[in-house]
């Protein structure tokens, strides 16, 4: 995982900078009358005059501290090549149908990557097929760059990037669908292409049934864990409704609390039953399929590139050493400047959204109110899902790979160290800021549909936190309408159609 400094100074600078000369006093020791007669004039003036609009701060930050800021969001070089006949194979999963038994559904139905240049859908594009995908798509995150992440998904429950696209192949907020159906399509279209990158088909996986997936593994909130969450809830109809049910079912509040903090959809049990008819070995064989399957999305994944935003225009010419003020072009003018300055300034935003992708990789509460009834864990339940997954990076079937060799794996073996977990409680993963403007839904429920609110939001921190304690570095900001307007700006500024860095040459895989 990519680390970066957080402790920079530039908050203090800034916030010095902010309390300027303006307050300093006149001098006394002329006459009382004149002194009277100048606040009676000025009086005057300012009654007449309209209220003053809303002010936008400005931000004092010398050019060469800027490149520094700048500097620590600039994106890794790019890698051309890594493993082309895996990448091959990964885009034209991703472009697939029939890998969801929503068939028109594609990976590209939600994430805006991936479509030939030209075809590119937009986070919106299926507000027509059902409410649930437009809702899910609007809020699915951008995919570019996220290799350098050591966890994946809102919760962290995944522990590599392939990994992670496993999940979204049964997640049934994601493709909904089942890994014998996945080696079913594979076999049936891509077996060639498979068979090129990782070598011949498995003989005993001739003749499974078409469509099956195991009963996800039952996870559970440590005991502590579970009892802090009843001690922390914000919402007293909803602990209410915890005792009350736990009463009834002779369960305790705590073991209550940690089945809703899961809510684990049902697999359907024709899907269940059909996995569990294989044999062991034809089981551990479907699943190398499946984690292969996932290897190829991943590698996809990797050579998707998002660097040519407004904001990365801007940073170029400032690294090059060109001043902030000749900088600013198309898309990045001197409101943005300001919202970026604001971004690192007196919104320390930076304190999370730091690094290429505006994300520390790390986990917080946020102290977001109680929304419905789901218990929003967060980590402390996505923790518990990446210790359980048999794709997670100690498991027989991903431990191969380098990647998770080098990253996730030492993010794994330290998690699980860490048993108390107890700021894990109601902490989600810093998202990525990059092409996030453009969704219509944030945070890991959707609650907000525009950055504005999301704005709004970290400026005035309403409401109790849902669960556990809010993250002590957020307080509130006081900053003004126009300060948060340049804000959002800034992040408008940030948003650059994905670009794939080696386009498929293979007519076939093309189709
Ligand atoms: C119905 C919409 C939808 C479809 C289809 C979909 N996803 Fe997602 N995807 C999401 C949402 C929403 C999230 C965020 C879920 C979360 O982490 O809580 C997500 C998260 C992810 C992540 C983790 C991103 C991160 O920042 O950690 C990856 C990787 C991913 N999806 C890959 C895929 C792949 C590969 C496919 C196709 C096999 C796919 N998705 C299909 C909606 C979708
Ligand atoms: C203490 C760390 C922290 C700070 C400081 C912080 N954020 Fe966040 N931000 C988060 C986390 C964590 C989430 C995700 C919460 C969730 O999923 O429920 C988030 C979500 C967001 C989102 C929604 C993105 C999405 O994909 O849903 C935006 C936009 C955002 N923050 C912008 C900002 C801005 C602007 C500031 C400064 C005013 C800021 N954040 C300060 C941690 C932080």
Redesign the pocket.
Known sequence: MLKFNKKISLPSILSRSLSGPASEQPKGGRPMTLILLGLVVVAGIVLLLPRPAPRLREVAISDEDLRQVVGRSRLPPTVRQRQPALAALGRA??RSSG??PQSD???G???AIGSPPGQEVTATSTATAQHQ?WQ??A???D?AH?DA?GW????GR?DS?AA??LE??EDP???NGSRLAVLALVKQRFKDAYEEAFGAWPVNLAGIPEAGRPEPIQAKLPIEVAALGLATLGSFPLLDGILTQANQQHATPAIELSRRAFNFVPVPTQWSAAFASLSPEQQVSANQVYAKVGQA?AAF?MDQVSDNSPYDRFAAQLLQGRSAQESLGQGFGATELAGLKLFHGPGQCQNCHSGPRFSDGLFHNIGLPQRGTDIAAGRAAGLQIALSDPFNCKGVYLAQSAEAITTACKSLRAASVDKEGREDLGAF?T??LRNGAKRSSFM?DGRFTTVAEVMTYFNDLEGRPAIGTRDPQLHRLDLTDEEMAAIVRFLGALNSPARDLNPSQSAALNR
């Not at 994946?152 to 919760?155: C, P």
């Open positions: 999963l991703f890998l969801s559904r594609t990976c139905s939600c994430h995908v899910t798509a809020n699915a995150p995919l996220l992440d994946f998904g809102r919760d995944s990037l992670a696209c979204a192949l907020q994601g493709m999305l994944l993963r998202p990525g890991h």
